[in-house]
Structures are given as structure tokens and as C-alpha cells.
């Protein structure tokens, strides 16, 4: 928080499927407490996400409705306030130096998350995929799951070379797709199928 307030404009920056929306969730009633703590400030999240139809006008438009989306959210926010943007560089590169121009002037502070360096932006943490990180969210992701998912699931991670994994939310699809194959085999168990299903897909970028 002190790195943020300092910095009026910080990034979280990592590869894709490295954990950066699961960080943002678990830090956002932190920040909350401490940005609305006054009453007058508010705290924002915005999530973009690129559309699935991967053409150039289809990004083209998801750019430019994001950005007008942001400057709009933007208006509505106080001095002191907090604008949280999950996924920033899908703006093009002009709309966000203006749009940080904008935060700046409003007196605005802005925390973002991007697979990039972002100029204009100041580097507060940067994510990495590592063994320690895909365990310890398979751990949370299972606190709930019925016994037949975890057992699955942790006989996957044990027999895989984890250290070469590099995009966490990849990993989370194989194994649901697993998952699904092993248990859809026994009819009795599609209860399990849909617990391990909301389970294991849950992980953000």
C-alpha cells in the first residue's frame, strides 16, 4: 500500500495464467479498508477480457469500449479514490497514456495488472509460475472439492514436472478436462464432476 500511494500509478505485472486476478481478489478487501477508510474515497475494479472472436476489428472494438468504460468509471471517482484495472494492456497504447494522464489529474490512485511492462506505471510486484505458487492454489482451490477430485487432482501434479509449467490457468483446463473424463466414467460420481468442474476453472490470470 505505501509502494502504491507512493508510486499513485503501480502495476502488477506477470506472465499470462501467473496468478495476477487471484491477487487482486485476495488483496482487494484490504484495499477497500484502507482507500474508503475516509468515507469520501471509493475503490473500483475493472476486469478486461479479451473477446473470443480473435480478429482485428473485434480487438480494435474491445479496446475502445474498454477505455471509454474506464474513463467513465473514472468520472464518477473522488480525489484519494482507487481505480483497480484487471488487465490493461488490452487498451491500445495511446488511450492508456491518456487514460493515465486522466488518473492523474482526478487525483486518482491506479493499481493494474498486465502480462507487460506499462510505461508511465510503476512495477509493484511481479508474478512468476512456480511450484510453490501452483500448489499452494491447487491447496485452496480443493479446500471444498469432494475426495475423488482431489485425489485426482494431486495424483496429476505429482506425476508432472511442474517446473516446467509456465501458464498456471492452462494447467487448471487440463486438469478439469481430466477430471471430467475420469469421474464421467461412473455415473454415481457427476456430483463429483461438478464440484472439481467450479473448482478447478476458478483461477484467474
Avoid at 509456465?166 to 463429483?192: A, G, H, S
Wanted: net charge positive.
Amino acid at each position: 500500500i505505501r509502494q502504491l500511494k507512493s508510486a499513485k500509478c503501480g502495476l502488477i505485472v506477470g506472465p499470462h495464467g501467473s496468478g495476477k486476478t487471484t491477487l487482486l481478489c485476495t488483496l482487494m478487501p484490504f484495499l477497500v479498508s484502507v482507500f474508503q477508510s475516509d468515507g469520501l474515497a471509493q475503490v473500483r475494479r475493472m476486469q478486461f477480457t479479451m473477446p473470443l472472436a480473435n480478429t482485428a476489428w473485434s480487438r480494435f472494438r474491445h479496446a475502445r469500449e474498454s477505455v471509454h468504460a474506464a474513463v467513465d468509471c473514472l468520472r464518477g471517482l473522488k480525489p484519494g479514490s482507487l481505480l483497480v484495472i484487471d488487465g490493461v494492456e488490452q487498451l491500445r497504447s495511446r488511450d492508456l497514456r491518456s487514460l493515465v494522464r486522466k488518473v492523474q489529474r482526478r487525483g486518482v490512485f491506479l493499481l493494474a495488472t498486465s502480462h507487460t511492462r506499462v510505461a508511465g506505471l510503476s512495477i509493484l510486484h511481479q508474478t512468476v509460475v512456480n511450484v510453490m505458487l501452483i500448489q499452494s492454489l491447487a491447496d485452496r482451490l480443493l479446500e471444498d472439492a469432494s475426495p475423488s477430485v482431489v485425489e485426482i487432482v494431486s495424483r496429476e501434479l505429482q506425476c508432472r514436472d511442474l517446473n516446467g509449467c509456465t501458464n498456471v490457468r492452462d494447467l487448471w483446463f487440463e486438469l478439469y478436462d481430466i477430471v471430467q473424463d475420469e469421474l464421467l466414467v461412473d455415473p454415481m460420481n457427476l456430483k463429483d464432476v461438478s464440484d472439481g468442474g467450479s473448482i478447478v476453472s476458478s483461477h484467474g490470470s
